[in-house]
């Protein structure tokens, strides 16, 4: 199937760490993910939940409805996913998704950062391991954050992460009416969500994985 726009989707993906699409059905995402990786995950349902309602382990679990923090998804997982996908249906939110491409010239020093933070990663079945926050492949950077399960472990470079994290701007944003699709590079961009004050926000979400770099 030829995707009409698939290049500016793949120019957006490059250069702002994320790709917006209006008007799109979960269809066309669909084969739009299959260009984009090696194979992917089911679509499931993501909806804002009160810390009661969610898994202790989840964001939702620690944050509720309220503001989420920077983050990757998967970070936990030896393998990653490379692509989230999103998609809005027939309601829209006055919430947006918020994105930090860690490509863009005002992140330049928290990448360096990043790349200097050790991370203690504590996985429910693989046990503890130690990894870095920010790793350079021949094609991109990958990023792994999400404190809940990725603890730095505390030296200059973790607590310059932490700061620069705290003070940083959205390099995108995006909002979400019906029949809007995203992309998130999940190695090259972080993500948020600010306060979910609407009564029902419901959103589906699908991964992209892709064979790893030699």
């Given at each position: 199937?030829?995707?009409?726009?698939?290049?500016?989707?793949?120019?957006?993906?490059?250069?702002?760490g994320?790709?917006?699409?209006?008007?799109?059905?979960?269809?066309?995402?669909?084969?739009?993910?299959?260009?984009?990786?090696?194979?992917?995950?089911?679509?499931?349902?993501i909806?804002?939940?009160?810390?009661q309602?969610?898994?202790?382990?989840?964001?939702?679990?620690?944050?509720?409805?309220?503001?989420?923090?920077?983050?990757s998804?998967?970070?936990?997982?030896?393998?990653?996913?490379?692509y989230?996908?999103?998609?809005?249906?027939?309601?829209?939110?006055?919430?947006?998704?918020e994105v930090?491409?860690?490509?863009?010239?005002?992140?330049?020093?928290l990448?360096?950062?990043?790349?200097?933070?050790?991370?203690?990663?504590?996985?429910?079945?693989?046990?503890?391991?130690?990894?870095s926050?920010?790793?350079?492949?021949?094609?991109?950077?990958a990023?792994?954050?999400?404190?809940?399960?990725?603890?730095?472990v505390?030296?200059?470079?973790?607590?310059?992460?932490?700061?620069?994290?705290?003070?940083?701007?959205?390099?995108?944003?995006?909002?979400?009416?019906?029949?809007?699709?995203a992309?998130?590079?999940?190695?090259?961009?972080l993500?948020?969500?600010?306060?979910?004050?609407?009564?029902s926000?419901?959103?589906?979400?699908?991964?992209?994985?892709?064979?790893?770099?030699?």
């Amino acid at each position: 199937m030829a995707i009409r726009g698939m290049s500016e989707y793949l120019t957006n993906l490059n250069l702002h760490g994320f790709a917006l699409i209006s008007d799109l059905s979960r269809l066309t995402l669909d084969f739009i993910g299959a260009e984009l990786g090696s194979r992917s995950s089911l679509w499931h349902q993501i909806s804002a939940r009160s810390r009661q309602e969610a898994s202790p382990q989840s964001l939702s679990g620690i944050y509720g409805r309220d503001e989420f923090p920077w983050h990757s998804d998967g970070a936990v997982a030896y393998e990653r996913p490379r692509y989230v996908i999103m998609h809005c249906g027939d309601e829209g939110y006055p919430e947006p998704t918020e994105v930090l491409s860690l490509r863009h010239a005002s992140t330049a020093l928290l990448v360096r950062s990043m790349a200097r933070t050790v991370l203690v990663v504590e996985h429910p079945r693989q046990g503890r391991r130690y990894t870095s926050a920010l790793e350079r492949t021949a094609s991109t950077v990958a990023a792994r954050w999400d404190t809940r399960v990725c603890r730095p472990v505390d030296s200059s470079p973790a607590r310059e992460t932490i700061a620069k994290l705290a003070e940083v701007k959205a390099t995108g944003v995006i909002e979400w009416r019906p029949g809007t699709g995203a992309i998130i590079d999940n190695f090259a961009a972080l993500h948020r969500r600010p306060r979910i004050e609407s009564q029902s926000r419901i959103l589906n979400r699908k991964y992209v994985f892709q064979e790893k770099e030699a």
